[in-house]
């Protein structure tokens, strides 16, 4: 489950520091704490919630990709 987290956790690092969200540590510091409460079944805030929502439709939408999507 750890394992689980980092990865995750790396995960919305780099996709906050592609996006432009990596300048807001306060939003970081909620989406992680969020996603680390999200994994292991606890209580999350308001604020806690929304930043993993967001997240979670964010990587929804992702989709699978293929090597000829990254220009292969």
Do not use: H
Request: aromatic residues 12%; charged residues 20%.
């Amino acid at each position: 489950m750890k394992k689980r987290i980092a990865i995750f956790a790396i995960v919305v690092l780099t996709a906050c520091s592609l996006s432009g969200c990596g300048n807001d540590d306060s939003y970081r510091d909620t989406l992680e704490s969020g996603l680390n409460k999200y994994y292991t079944g606890q209580k999350m805030s308001k604020s806690e919630y929304n930043a993993v929502k967001s997240f979670n439709n964010w990587k929804a939408n992702q989709g699978p990709k293929t090597y000829s999507d990254w220009g292969g």
